[in-house]
């Protein structure tokens, strides 16, 4: 007789990439692994049986924009917002990392810097974790091809803005924020020797070729800087219409032509356009994609930018990079999903809490609140809810929020449910309605720019490798998340 199966997942609603359609079946799991999928798999084959209840099972989402370890402690965030992350469905997450204020607030060389980083990581989350580096001195650049070969590092990222503007706002000091030397620039020069190496190693790893790509934030300090001034001389905008004034659109659409214009001359061919905010920025990706055919774009947007726009209540708990914008720009990003020019949906979680956010002073003041919030709890219910009222069907979220990621990024082993894959699968309830409420999250950020919005489509539970890590409101078990060394092969 064969050997049992660990669990079966009975009554689910299978929502697979790359199909049309949503079936009724049971899922297998043995050894942390999806052994079988089939429309009825005996009870007498498991040793523990999951009923589903007909909630739809989505393969568990990978959030490939998280940023953990950025305003609290990295092992104190890690635990606290890989719960949350786990609390949303989310069961890989991908962080960004960097040298300089902020994160381990250091600088210094990759090779001892890493080695920190695993140390806080390891046994805090509760999801799969990886990282995304960004080479912020030159000698990182010589770095590169340890922190993919020896650490499974294969995505880097460069911040387009940082050479000349702050994080927040303004800043003459951008040397000191970045901990670089007085001689050291962080500018286009640097950003195209990043692509040079990472193009390097594509040619002398062709292992790895396929998962070696480069990020980019796309927004341009001179612009930013001008504008700036001209909002604040004006004085007739306040909040985030300020905000996104004063970081405008076509700041985004001339980075991004710049950056595609880099990957051309360097033959870096995988160019991940990071959270595009914009009509503009979004018409700038997709002429960029026309003008080089060769380059294997991707184009990210962040669940913030399609949830809120620029009138919504919460003002500056909604401060981020790029702004949020108006709600023409919403739907236009909407229209661009819809579209297929969008490659998968992000948090862009950065867990800044209140006493951090704003300022004391004044709490209102958009110029003087930190950048970043939370929400990796609400990306799937976030984009069952809104992309459902759009016609979305379930079979592209799962495309958008799981398969699409785990390919890029070397995670082959995530992003479906089908034999071979990890166990990660989110239940949830399509029919069930929540309000957000931050006290409700694992997150220790203490408020969420969403609050008080209606979302359908609620994560009843969570399964990593095939073991329960969230449920009807409360995480389950220690701490199980393992580190992914990409590419993660099946």
């Not at 004006?234 to 985004?252: D, Q, V, W």
């Not at 214009?261 to 990071?274: D, G, K």
């Not at 409360?474 to 993660?488: D, S």
Request: proline residues 5%.
């Amino acid at each position: 007789m064969a050997e049992p199966f660990d669990l079966v997942i009975k009554n689910a609603r299978v929502v697979r990439p790359n199909k049309t359609s949503v079936d009724r079946l049971d899922i297998a799991v043995k050894d942390g692994k999806i052994g079988r999928v089939a429309p009825e798999i005996g009870a007498e084959q498991a040793r523990e049986i999951f009923d589903a209840r007909n909630w739809l099972a989505f393969p568990g989402c990978v959030d490939a924009h998280m940023h953990v370890g950025i305003y609290q402690p990295l092992a104190q965030d890690a635990v606290s917002e890989s719960k949350a992350a786990a609390m949303g469905g989310v069961t890989s997450s991908l962080n960004y990392m960097r040298t300089g204020q902020y994160y381990l607030n250091r600088g210094g060389p990759y090779r001892t810097f890493m080695p920190e980083v695993f140390k806080q990581s390891d046994g805090r989350f509760w999801v799969d974790y990886g990282y995304h580096i960004a080479p912020i001195e030159a000698q990182h650049i010589d770095e590169m091809e340890n922190l993919a070969v020896d650490h499974g590092v294969t995505s880097f990222k460069i911040f387009m803005f940082y050479g000349g503007y702050g994080l927040h706002g303004r800043s003459n000091a951008q040397s000191d924020f970045l901990m670089i030397g007085p001689d050291e620039r962080y500018d286009i020069a640097h950003f195209e020797f990043i692509m040079r190496s990472a193009r390097r190693l594509m040619t002398q790893h062709p292992e790895l070729a396929d998962y070696i790509s480069v990020s980019l934030h796309c927004e341009l300090a001179e612009i930013l800087n001008a504008y700036t001034k001209i909002v604040e001389r004006e004085g007739k905008l306040t909040g985030l219409h300020a905000y996104s004034a004063a970081r405008p659109p076509h700041s985004e659409g001339l980075a991004i032509w710049i950056a595609s214009y880099l990957a051309n001359e360097t033959e870096c061919l995988n160019i991940n356009l990071l959270h595009l905010s914009s009509r503009k920025a979004v018409d700038a990706a997709w002429t960029m994609q026309q003008v080089f055919p060769h380059i294997a774009f991707r184009r990210e947007v962040t669940v913030g930018h399609l949830l809120l726009d620029t009138d919504c209540e919460c003002a500056v708990h909604a401060k981020v990079n790029p702004p949020i914008r108006p709600r023409e720009d919403v739907e236009a990003l909407w229209q661009a999903v819809l579209d297929r020019k969008i490659d998968w949906i992000v948090s862009d979680h950065a867990c800044c809490s209140s006493e951090q956010k704003w300022s004391k002073d004044d709490p209102s003041d958009i110029w003087l609140a930190k950048a970043g919030f939370g929400g990796t709890e609400y990306l799937l219910s976030g984009v069952v809810s809104e992309g459902g009222k759009r016609g979305m069907s379930y079979n592209r979220m799962a495309e958008l929020l799981a398969w699409n990621p785990a390919r890029r990024f070397g995670l082959l082993n995530k992003g479906d449910i089908a034999p071979g894959f990890d166990a990660d699968i989110a239940l949830v309830d399509p029919h069930e309605s929540f309000v957000v409420r931050a006290a409700e999250s694992e997150s220790k950020q203490g408020y969420s720019p969403f609050e008080g919005q209606e979302l359908s489509g609620r994560v009843k539970s969570t399964f990593l490798r095939g073991a329960l890590i969230y449920h009807q409101g409360e995480i389950v078990g220690p701490a199980r998340g393992q580190y992914l060394r990409r590419p993660l092969k099946p």
